[in-house]
């Protein structure tokens, strides 16, 4: 067979073959701390948290932790806090000149602004811990449980905490730098993919019991969830070419140029930050409630419910902002119009320079639209899966970051395996040879 004779090829690429090994030794010490709970706690003391996180806004929490975050374990606070620090740092660079510089230094440039965002991280864990820990007594109080923390505790605490997620982004690196994939969104792709199986397994056993369609109602939601999936795939890969006329010109004894060449702009330029980026806004009002609803004000308890009205509006708008925003600072209409233009190169009936910036700036306005338009519904899918009689852990598989994170992370990862098969001659992944990935020089 095919995909047979594909493993074996890679397997016979010794740096392949070590990367992968690589990555899958660090993922294993990433999954094993999640279930090292902190010291001094049991399992009984933390049944109280698990209750909590199973259900609504704490649940997705839960998920990016690789369920961590529910098991009190020392790497509860996850990746999303260096995510957080990421998002603002690039915020920054549009607002401040100085970052701005940064950006445009290089790589030079690009490691300052990754120390800044890892200063940036440890404030923020240094503010999350205290909130993650005032729920966890919370509810172990809630409880009758014995178990109470003071003020050194907190300390002591905090610290843990803080140390387990700089783990996590030290991991990720690892991997970017030594295995496969881009580390970071590969941890949490591993989180997500950590959860499927149980609920597949209980959307399965539900369905099974219940006397509303049974199992044919399940193989329905199965091909519903695999149309879904090739749906995000296109949005993920989706490309519009603009045709670009190139002068011949000669360099050395060959004549470089054609009629006609394309230059690729994607439809959904963003990729899965947008989701992303306003994912992490949204759990701004539950970080400020200290990870609890209970005794929260009515604005917090409509943003913290995830199949809510108000939540998914909110998080649809963020959305189509966001992919504008996105769009604009990894997509440069005057640097392709530059590059264009040093290379002999124009778009008909347009003239190089300032015009031709202006058209594809125009172009990708148009086109990021029903963009963003598509990003949005399919995050908000979950929400209306839920509604339709889905059980919520299935439902978060059906749209949202979950299934645009697997899904673009595993077109990465693919491609750097493809990239290495091809450059020893050995037959792709894909018979086509070719796998599309996300190509916006994103880091998740």
Request: aromatic share 12%.
């Given at each position: 067979m095919r995909f047979v004779e594909t493993i074996k090829n890679i397997w016979k690429i010794e740096d392949l073959r070590k990367r992968l090994c690589y990555t899958f030794m660090l993922v294993v010490i990433y999954r094993f701390g999640c279930y090292i709970l902190l010291p001094g706690l049991t399992p009984t003391d933390v049944k109280p948290l698990q209750e909590f996180t199973s259900n609504g806004l704490m649940q997705l929490v839960d998920m990016?932790?690789?369920?961590?975050?529910?098991?009190?374990?020392?790497?509860?606070?996850?990746?999303?806090?260096?995510?957080?620090a990421s998002i603002v740092i690039q915020l920054l660079g549009i607002i401040l000149p100085s970052f701005k510089k940064l950006q445009q230094e290089g790589e030079s440039g690009r490691m300052k602004l990754n120390q800044y965002t890892r200063y940036l991280t440890v404030a923020i864990l240094l503010l999350q811990g205290p909130a993650y820990l005032a729920t966890l007594g919370y509810q172990i109080a809630q409880a009758g449980g014995a178990v109470t923390f003071t003020f050194i505790t907190y300390v002591y605490y905090t610290i843990i905490l803080a140390a387990g997620s700089m783990f996590i982004m030290w991991l990720g690196e690892k991997i970017t730098d030594r295995g496969v994939g881009n580390g970071i969104s590969f941890i949490i792709l591993v989180g997500i993919i950590a959860?499927?199986?149980?609920?597949?397994?209980?959307?399965?056993?539900?369905?099974?019991?219940?006397?509303?369609?049974?199992?044919?109602?399940?193989?329905?939601?199965?091909?519903?969830?695999?149309?879904?999936?090739a749906c995000a795939v296109l949005l993920v890969q989706g490309i519009r070419k603009v045709p670009v006329q190139y002068a011949k010109r000669i360099?050395?004894?060959?004549?470089?140029?054609?009629?006609?060449?394309?230059?690729?702009?994607?439809?959904?330029?963003?990729?899965?930050?947008?989701?992303?980026?306003?994912?992490?806004?949204?759990?701004?009002?539950?970080?400020?409630?200290?990870?609890?609803?209970?005794?929260?004000?009515?604005?917090?308890?409509?943003?913290?419910?995830?199949?809510?009205?108000?939540?998914?509006?909110?998080?649809?708008?963020?959305?189509?902002?966001?992919?504008?925003?996105?769009?604009?600072?990894?997509?440069?209409?005057?640097?392709?119009?530059?590059?264009?233009?040093?290379?002999?190169?124009?778009?008909?009936?347009?003239?190089?320079?300032?015009?031709?910036?202006?058209?594809?700036?125009?172009?990708?306005?148009?086109?990021?639209?029903?963009?963003?338009?598509?990003?949005?519904?399919?995050?908000?899918?979950?929400?209306?899966?839920?509604?339709?009689?889905?059980?919520?852990?299935?439902?978060?598989?059906?749209?949202?970051?979950?299934?645009?994170?697997?899904?673009?992370?595993?077109?990465?990862?693919?491609?750097?395996?493809?990239?290495?098969?091809?450059?020893?001659?050995?037959?792709?992944?894909?018979?086509?040879?070719?796998?599309?990935?996300?190509?916006?020089?994103?880091?998740?």
């Open positions: 990016f932790s690789g369920g961590a975050f529910s098991q009190a374990s020392i790497f509860a606070l996850g990746i999303m806090p260096y995510i957080t959860r499927l199986p149980l609920a597949f397994v209980q959307e399965f056993t539900n369905r099974l019991t219940s006397a509303q369609g049974g199992l044919v109602m399940f193989l329905v939601e199965v091909v519903i969830l695999f149309a879904i999936i360099v050395g004894n060959k004549q470089i140029g054609g009629a006609r060449q394309y230059i690729p702009l994607k439809v959904n330029a963003a990729n899965v930050m947008p989701i992303i980026f306003a994912q992490a806004i949204m759990f701004i009002p539950i970080t400020v409630a200290g990870f609890n609803t209970a005794n929260s004000s009515a604005f917090v308890r409509a943003l913290s419910d995830m199949h809510g009205f108000w939540y998914n509006a909110v998080y649809f708008l963020l959305i189509i902002a966001f992919t504008y925003f996105y769009t604009a600072i990894t997509v440069r209409p005057n640097d392709i119009a530059d590059q264009l233009k040093r290379n002999n190169g124009f778009i008909p009936g347009v003239k190089p320079g300032k015009a031709t910036a202006e058209y594809l700036d125009s172009i990708m306005s148009r086109i990021t639209l029903p963009g963003s338009i598509f990003l949005g519904i399919v995050a908000i899918l979950p929400a209306i899966a839920k509604i339709c009689g889905v059980s919520q852990q299935f439902s978060q598989f059906f749209g949202g970051t979950s299934l645009l994170i697997l899904v673009g992370v595993v077109l990465d990862t693919l491609q750097q395996i493809e990239s290495h098969l091809m450059m020893r001659h050995y037959d792709g992944l894909l018979k086509s040879g070719k796998i599309k990935g996300r190509t916006t020089g994103s880091m998740y």
